[in-house]
């Protein structure tokens, strides 16, 4: 059992409503996001990466904290904080949006699910947006509410993670289409389902709306998986950087814009009306940008997963940072992402990554996502 008296520091960090199922299971480190416990590992990263490949695997993202937004003018206030179009989500749907500040930083980059017409949740990463959302509404004369509710989901995530759900859910939620979602109740726990996660790979989301229910509906999961060999992970860094899925914090920051990150698809011109951050969107979508986040492989030995951002350099002269990198055993090669001045973001540009304990490493920017860049396997 891992000594939680060696990070815990009284009751200021929470614990999520799966938090003595995940000590169960045998978790062997937490990180703090969003003020609480996330387990991010139940056995090495590569046993968990070929578990998630080949079988099923169960997260705790509970810490993906909501934000709600209700009221008569959620709608309004809601399309405000994003460059998204919100007229085209329907009620049921998902999208994966950011939530841009006044010089269009990146605040979140959330999953944002439609409940109702004027009812949305903020699914988000590892920032304070309801602390964000509550100043904006605080002179913004719209009638909303801004909540954080008790709502803890979960990720059940690889190939077999239909079958799964299939077995707990029946065949509605298996002909879920990508980013939909139904509410539903498994043995009278009420939960969320969405068609979403955080892999690349096939995988659905379960919105637990009673935390008081977390160890009923981890286990109602685990016992519906049993004949899938589904098993406790942490997230796969390794998955997700071959899938090009950026980590908010790591690979952006308030200080990128979606431009920098490759993002860009998340803003909808056309878009009518106004929200926080349109003007300066739009002088940087005209002016370009002065450097871009790009794929690199990174040659030598493996690489161990990077706890801090390394330096890049070009041409004996320091340019940028490594934000996140790793050993991938499909390809059998180090891969990941750097923050580059455009000139050096081109393919095929040859930089040296100084990595710590293992010196300089020769890496070439290539193409980013590494594999499955039309997202055709979580869409099966």
């Not at 991010?40 to 993202?61: G, M, Q, S």
């Not at 409940?115 to 304070?128: G, K, P, R, Y």
């Not at 992402?337 to 040859?350: K, N, R, S, W």
Request: charged share 25%; aromatic share 10%; glycine share 8%.
């Amino acid at each position: 059992m891992f000594d939680m008296n060696l990070i815990q520091r009284g009751a200021r960090l929470r614990r999520t409503p799966f938090f003595e199922a995940t000590q169960r299971h045998g978790a062997k480190a937490y990180t703090v996001y969003n003020h609480m416990f996330f387990p991010v590992c139940f056995d090495d990263f590569e046993a968990e990466y070929r578990h998630l490949l080949e079988h099923v695997t169960l997260w705790d993202v509970s810490v993906e904290r909501q934000v709600e937004i209700t009221g008569p003018d959620a709608f309004t206030f809601t399309n405000l904080l994003t460059p998204r179009d919100l007229s085209k989500c329907a009620v049921g749907q998902g999208k994966y949006v950011v939530i841009t500040a006044d010089d269009g930083g990146i605040i979140n980059d959330p999953v944002l699910l439609r409940l109702a017409e004027n009812h949305f949740w903020l699914a988000l990463a590892d920032s304070d947006v309801l602390l964000w959302a509550q100043g904006v509404a605080l002179n913004s004369g719209l009638r909303v509410k801004i909540t954080e509710p008790d709502v803890s989901p979960l990720q059940i995530q690889g190939p077999k993670a239909k079958d799964v759900v299939q077995a707990l859910f029946g065949d509605p939620v298996t002909k879920l289409r990508y980013y939909w979602f139904i509410e539903t109740k498994l043995d009278g726990i009420p939960v969320v389902v969405t068609r979403t996660g955080w892999t690349g790979e096939v995988g659905y989301e379960v919105y637990l709306r009673d935390g008081s229910r977390g160890n009923e509906l981890w286990q109602r999961i685990m016992d519906a998986g049993a004949p899938y060999n589904i098993k406790p992970t942490g997230p796969s860094d390794i998955r997700r950087i071959e899938a090009g899925i950026l980590n908010w914090g790591a690979d952006m920051t308030l200080e990128n814009n979606v431009y920098e990150v490759g993002l860009e698809r998340l803003v909808d011109e056309a878009k009518s009306g106004s929200y926080i951050g349109r003007d300066a969107l739009a002088r940087i979508r005209k002016e370009g940008v002065r450097r871009k986040l790009a794929g690199i492989e990174i040659e030598g030995a493996r690489i161990e997963f990077n706890a801090v951002k390394w330096p890049v350099s070009a041409g004996g002269k320091a340019v940028g940072r490594v934000t996140s990198a790793i050993w991938s055993p499909r390809f059998q090669k180090n891969i990941g992402y750097a923050m580059v001045p455009v000139a050096q973001a081109v393919l095929g540009t040859t930089l040296q990554v100084s990595i710590p304990g293992a010196g300089e490493r020769k890496a070439t920017v290539v193409t980013m996502p590494f594999i499955d860049p039309t997202k055709e396997i979580p869409k099966s």
